[in-house]
Nanobody, 125 residues
Framework: VQLQASGGGLVQAGDSLRVSCIVS????????MGWFRQAPGKEREFVAS????????IYADSVKGRFTMSRDNAKNMVFLQMNTLKPEDTAVYYC???????????????????WGQGTLVTVSS
């Protein structure tokens, strides 16, 4: 599958932003979709993911209650609604897909086999 993320930008602390990811190719083979982020000088970290069949969602503790992941099956898209943004949320946000079967909702980047190019979110204080 191919992934393309979009929707990043420059916002102020406390603002909201929604980033999107469109999936093309073998979308029917998806088992998990996820959002990860990488801040300057830091390792890539898990943000949220969804089990494609179950619809079950999991979130990183740092974004729980502020971020919401959703999907539009008909359009093969996933979204990450980010509210009450903080400067520490500044990062490149990547969407990721796993096409191999998994019974679990995953959070380890090594478990995902396709990645989008990333979209930059900058939160000013």
């Amino acid at each position: 599958v191919q992934l393309q993320a979009s929707g990043g930008g420059l916002v102020q602390a406390g603002d909201s932003l929604r980033v999107s990811c469109i999936v093309s190719g073998r979308a029917f083979s998806l088992s998990n979709m996820g959002w990860f982020r990488q801040a300057p000088g830091k390792e890539r970290e898990f943000v949220a993911s969804i089990g494609w069949s179950s619809g079950r969602l999991i979130y990183a503790d740092s974004v729980k209650g502020r971020f919401t992941m959703s999907r539009d099956n008909a359009k093969n898209m996933v979204f990450l609604q980010m509210n009450t943004l903080k400067p520490e949320d500044t990062a490149v946000y990547y969407c990721a897909a796993r096409t191999r079967y998994s019974a679990f909702v995953l959070r380890n980047s090594a478990d995902f086999d396709s990645w989008g190019q990333g979209t930059l979110v900058t939160v000013s204080s």
